[in-house]
């Protein structure tokens, strides 16, 4: 079973900047990729950026490219995601996703959410 448990979400003003880690825990599992999520409230849960374990390619949704980062650090088995010029439409409770596999299924997991709110 694969733990996360996200840190860094808060307060910020319009044009500031956040970083989010998230730490995996754990045994019995590889990890093929991690990414983070987001959901606004009244929204549907949206990915916002994606890192694969072994090369390390990298997607990002349209919104947050050239703003956000998302990087991992495979022997502390923790991943980050570096905000940028954060604008209010960045609210939103933040996911971390960790991807397994068991059997040939690909198996999420998920973090207990941390917040991010930016004031205008």
């Known amino acids: 079973q694969v733990q996360l448990v996200e840190s860094g979400g808060g307060l910020v003003q319009a044009g500031g900047s956040l970083r989010l880690s998230c730490a995996a825990s754990g045994s019995g599992f590889s990890i093929n990729a991690m990414g983070w999520y987001r959901q606004a409230q009244g929204k549907q849960r949206e990915l916002v950026a994606r890192?694969?374990?072994?090369?390390?390619?990298?997607n990002y949704a349209d919104s947050v490219k050239g703003r956000f980062t998302i990087s991992r650090d495979n022997g502390k088995n923790t991943m980050y995601l570096q905000m940028n010029n954060l604008k209010p439409e960045d609210t939103a409770v933040y996911y971390c996703?960790?991807?397994?596999?068991?059997?040939?299924?690909?198996?999420?997991?998920w973090g207990q959410g941390t917040q991010v709110t930016v004031s205008s």
């Open positions: 890192i694969s374990s072994t090369v390390g390619s990298t």
């Open positions: 996703n960790a991807e397994t596999t068991v059997i040939g299924i690909i198996v999420h997991h």
